[in-house]
């Protein structure tokens, strides 16, 4: 419908929003509206922002080696870190299932981003992994599952209608998006 486009709209920002929905969107309103697509909580040290409105993409981290932000190899069906025989997480390869993780301290205490942490201190302790990629570093757990293809560009791990969590907490999408 023509008078669908007669709006103003430009830009549009949000979190969850399904390639499906996106493409019949932007079909229907206009494919000049930039739509940013964003991860990550307030408290958290580390999210991502889709800024080069790729559908459905979460975000981008184009130099994995350059970036505090990393994906711990993440076995859905075992619901925990895939670990190496030295008992360190295996960072996930293209396209394979990771939780986003944002580095706080390296192995030798150098502080590389900050986490404040909750008002209670064993939230707060829940949401931080030690000796992750080396003895003595500290990541925060965002506890989003992400697969991130071989340019960087990242998107939510959605099984049925179910974003997945780490630690089998699902978002229903559904329900979500229609609040």
Same mark, same amino acid.
């Given at each position: 419908m023509p008078e669908e486009n007669g709006h103003s709209l430009r830009i549009m920002l949000g979190a969850g929003?399904?390639?499906?929905?996106?493409?019949?969107?932007?079909?229907? @309103?206009?494919?000049? *509206?930039? *739509? %940013?697509?964003?991860l990550g909580a307030t408290e958290s040290n580390c999210g991502l922002t889709n800024l080069e409105n790729v559908p459905g993409c979460c975000g981008r981290i184009p130099y994995r #080696?350059?970036?505090?932000?990393?994906?711990?190899?993440y076995d859905v069906e075992r619901d925990c870190h895939v670990r190496a025989v030295d008992s360190f997480v295996v960072p996930a390869a293209s396209n394979e299932p990771g939780e986003l993780l944002g580095q706080i301290y390296t192995g030798s205490g150098r502080l590389v981003a900050l986490f404040d942490g909750y008002t209670d201190r064993d939230a707060t302790e829940k949401k931080i992994m030690r000796n992750v990629f080396e003895a003595g570093d500290?990541? @925060?757990?965002?506890? #989003?599952?992400?697969?991130? #293809?071989? #340019?960087? %560009?990242?998107?939510? *791990?959605?099984i049925g209608r179910y974003v997945f969590r780490s630690n089998r907490n699902g978002v229903d999408r559904l329900r979500s998006t229609k609040q």
């Open positions: 929003m399904g390639v499906d929905v996106w493409r019949q969107f932007t079909a229907r @309103f206009g494919e000049h *509206i930039r *739509i %940013y697509e964003g #080696d350059r970036t505090h932000m990393r994906l711990g190899k500290a990541w @925060f757990r965002s506890g #989003d599952l992400v697969s991130c #293809d071989a #340019d960087g %560009y990242c998107w939510t *791990i959605v």
